[in-house]
């Protein structure tokens, strides 16, 4: 069983930064992949990015490419995305998920989730 508690969420103006945390309980946490998503008002839930178990491999949202990074520390049980160049359209709750890949579906199953953190960007 893993808790996921995401903080590091605030009010931004465009174009500053933002680092997102997810922490993690439990010893299994190298044993997940682990994705951001997020949320903003009156829309559906969308994938932002993901990381492997081991850090080895990521894969970010098109319209977030180059501007926001997943990465992990395992020793730490935690997981960050770096969020820069924001913009009004990534105001959104930030939720952080912890899966295992699906080798049927080549997707990951996410079992857990943290309950999110609210970015808010200023135009």
């Known amino acids: 069983q893993v808790q996921l508690v995401e903080s590091g969420g605030g009010l931004v103006q465009a174009g500053g930064s933002l680092r997102l945390s997810c922490a993690a309980s439990?010893?299994?946490?190298?044993?997940?992949?682990m994705g951001w998503f997020r949320q903003a008002p009156g829309k559906e839930r969308e994938f932002v990015a993901v990381i492997s178990w081991s850090g080895g491999a990521t894969y970010h949202a098109d319209s977030e490419k180059g501007r926001f990074t997943i990465s992990r520390d395992n020793a730490k049980n935690t997981v960050y995305l770096q969020m820069n160049s924001l913009k009004p359209e990534d105001t959104a709750v930030y939720y952080c998920a912890a899966g295992f890949w699906n080798v049927l579906t080549g997707t990951y199953n996410y079992d857990h989730w943290g309950q999110g953190t609210q970015v808010t960007v200023s135009s």
């Open positions: 439990g010893r299994t946490f190298s044993t997940y992949g």
